[in-house]
T-cell receptor, first 113, second 114 residues
């Protein structure tokens, strides 16, 4: 079955630390990949997306993600986190030709000031 | 703000009852999709509507049904509620139905089934 796995359920970092959140998907065909973020009390919003081309994509607020096809991975990174990055982060896959987004279970990030 | 509003924000029902959740999309957004997010899980795709017709469905039973109206509003109906239906229900709208469309999410309706 198609699925998205996020390995870290809870992450706690100090400000200025580097961040990497893991995401793996299981689907053998072409897939579009996304990271969504939900800040406390707010709605889900798009952080970045990958469809094709350069496997390193840059999103808002200094986030980036790298698509590694051979590893079925799309990890999210940020060199230096801020307290305002405290949020829940969801990785999602959209198999080509479908409208069924498949979300991971999310990673709760807490950044300590 | 995404321009997508959902009502009500919270709802309590008992097992066996029926519920209607509402969503108002951004003006001009012809596609709306609904997701169920259980506690500790990611959103799960229920179905999608494009110009008032269902054009995609996830692994949910027929007691989950929907409607989309020409005024960019939509409904999710759930019949014969079960305890496991307790979840946050999210709607998301987009301009069209191409796979590169950005989804705009509402804040959700928290449904509790007792």
């Amino acid at each position: 079955a198609q699925s998205v796995s996020q390995h870290n359920h809870h992450v706690i970092l100090s400000e200025a630390a580097s961040l990497e959140l893991g995401c793996n998907y299981s689907y053998g065909g072409t897939v579009n990949l996304f990271w969504y973020v939900q800040y406390p009390g707010q709605h889900l919003q798009l952080l970045l997306k990958y469809f094709s081309g350069d496997p390193l994509v840059k999103g808002i607020k200094g986030f980036e993600a790298e698509f590694i096809k051979s590893k079925f991975s799309f990890n999210l990174r940020k060199p230096s986190v801020q307290w305002s990055d405290t949020a829940e982060y969801f990785c999602a896959a959209l198999p080509s030709g479908t409208y069924k987004y498949i979300f991971g279970t999310g990673t709760r990030l807490k950044v300590l000031a | 703000e995404t321009g997508v509003t959902q009502s009500p924000t919270h709802l309590i029902k008992t097992r066996g009852q029926q519920v209607t959740l509402r969503c108002s999309s951004q003006s001009g957004h012809n596609t709306v999709s609904w997701y169920q997010q259980a506690l500790g899980q990611g959103p799960q795709f229920i179905f999608q509507y494009y110009r008032e017709e269902e054009n995609g469905r996830g692994n949910f039973p027929p007691r989950f049904s929907g409607l989309q109206f020409p005024n960019y509003s939509s409904e999710l109906n759930v019949n014969a509620l079960e305890l496991d239906d307790s979840a946050l229900y999210l709607c998301a709208s987009s301009l069209g139905f191409a796979t590169n469309e950005k989804l705009f999410f509402g804040s959700g309706t928290q449904l509790s089934v007792l």
